[in-house]
């Protein structure tokens, strides 16, 4: 494991594509779905839609992360999948 970094699943629906990321543990909710967001922009060679509002979502139980929470103070931890829709 990297110190600080987890690995997550995000799956897309959008694209209808996962991708592995390593996410830092010590950003905002908002903060890394901004940094996905980007991240697929690129990706996706713009396809992918950066001005819609997306929210995180636990792959398992369907919860929406909280926006202003840290990604430590989440139960997302390495191997998670998470949704962003």
Do not use: A, H, W
């Not at 909710?29 to 396809?47: D, P």
């Not at 919860?63 to 390495?78: A, E, F, M, Q, S």
């Amino acid at each position: 494991m990297i110190e600080n970094k987890v690995l997550v699943s995000v799956n897309v629906p959008s694209l209808e594509k996962k991708f592995d990321v390593y996410i830092p543990v010590n950003r905002k909710v908002y903060s890394i779905i901004n940094m996905l967001k980007l991240t697929l922009f690129e990706l996706s060679l713009g396809s992918f839609d950066i001005s819609k509002n997306y929210v995180l979502y636990d792959g398992i139980t369907g919860d929406i992360y909280d926006v202003n929470k840290l990604i430590r103070d989440t139960d997302i931890r390495n191997g998670s999948v998470v949704i962003l829709l």
